[in-house]
């Protein structure tokens, strides 16, 4: 199963994770990014840059973010590709913080 992206991300899209990815699976709306399972390969390189703890293996997915499996696999083939880092969002830093992060 792919990596996921979830809601931790909305309102943050920190991107550290992009720049370790080496096969350019991240897509971006104004919100957040989500992981095209298609073109993920499953390195999980991306899950410890997160600093928002939003990024799961699929297999150890919390069951309350499960959803965000159909989300970023339908969502992500429709997005522009992120290959650099971005800034993050206006008030990311907050909502990281509200995050007990």
Same mark, same amino acid.
């Given at each position: 199963?792919?990596?996921?992206?979830?809601?931790?991300?909305?309102?943050?899209?920190?991107?550290?994770?992009?720049?370790?990815?080496?096969?350019?699976? *991240?897509?971006?709306?104004?919100?957040?990014?989500?992981?095209?399972?298609?073109?993920?390969?499953?390195?999980?390189?991306?899950?410890?840059?997160?600093?928002?703890?939003?990024?799961? #293996? /699929?297999?150890?997915?919390?069951?309350?973010?499960?959803?965000?499996? #159909?989300?970023?696999? #339908?969502?992500?083939?429709?997005?522009?590709?992120?290959?650099?880092?971005?800034?993050?969002?206006? /008030?990311?830093?907050?909502?990281?913080?509200?995050? /007990? *992060?």
């Amino acid at each position: 199963m792919t990596t996921i992206v979830t809601d931790n991300c909305k309102d943050c899209r920190f991107t550290d994770c992009v720049t370790v990815c080496p096969v350019a699976c *991240f897509h971006y709306d104004d919100d957040m990014l989500y992981i095209d399972p298609d073109v993920c390969i499953d390195c999980s390189a991306c899950i410890p840059e997160c600093p928002v703890q939003a990024i799961y #293996e /699929g297999d150890d997915i919390p069951e309350d973010k499960e959803n965000w499996i #159909e989300i970023n696999a #339908e969502r992500a083939p429709n997005l522009p590709v992120c290959e650099e880092q971005m800034d993050p969002l206006p /008030g990311a830093e907050e909502r990281k913080e509200a995050l /007990g *992060f």
